[in-house]
């Protein structure tokens, strides 16, 4: 391994908290992850100001909505260049094509790199009471499985997963099927609301492809001295440059 495979998740509510947390981590960390309460509340400029350059992007918006919609939103956050934007698998086949080819498309116009575009399956707070309480009485390995497949064949680059779902999806995907999964805890952190967790090793020993890490780096004294442990514990040799902050455009 070589590349960083972490993706840190900048849960904060202001700009000013994200761009501090982001130029401390983004030597140490393969790229940084953006959610849904920073989008809504600092917007595409808040992004760019927030990112580093050159640092890959995972803008995690979780879209669900009827195909046109969810089609043009994903134009309108092309611009941005993420790496990779996330959409909720459980909207279905036509949601889904009409994303990927809204990504493509948009790309192509604007002669940027094609985001990618990821599934959520069925999301890390939830186990299968939560399911059976909201109508989906199966096993939660078995509904992801389902709409794995379901992204896949629709055209996704790959499925967010749990650490518990990793063996079984390398099993039935396609090698180059992108395995992007939170619920990473270091040894010793605690689990906070996740409900099924694994450590970064055993993630990426049982066949992951990115791993999400918030809480464990940014809740962190020294979020840059976490984020290289736990590369190290991932085999990866940072050089000197990890130890320096990186400072977001303005």
Sequence with gaps: MTTNPVFCAIDAPTLDEAKRLTGLVANAVGGIKLGLEFFMAAGPEGVRAARPTGVPLFLDIKLHDIPNTVAGAIRSVVPLS????????????????AAAEAAASEADKLGVPRPKLLGVTVLTSLDV???????????????????????????????????????????????????????????GAAAGDQKRVMTPKEAM???????????PITGAADPAAAARDIAAQL????DAEAAAPQTPES
């Design 82 to 97: 993420p790496t990779y934007i996330t959409l909720h698998a459980a909207g279905g086949r036509a949601m889904m094509q």
């Design 129 to 187: 009471a939560d399911l059976e309480a909201v109508g989906q009485g199966m096993e939660v390995a078995g509904q992801v499985e389902r709409l794995a497949r379901l992204a896949e064949s629709s055209g996704l680059d790959g499925i967010v997963c749990a650490p518990t779902e990793i063996a079984r999806l390398r099993r039935i995907l396609k090698p180059s099927t992108v395995l992007m999964v939170p619920g990473i805890r270091p040894p």
């Design 205 to 215: 020993e049982a066949g992951a492809t990115h791993l999400v890490i918030g809480r």
């Design 235 to 238: 085999g990866l040799a940072l």
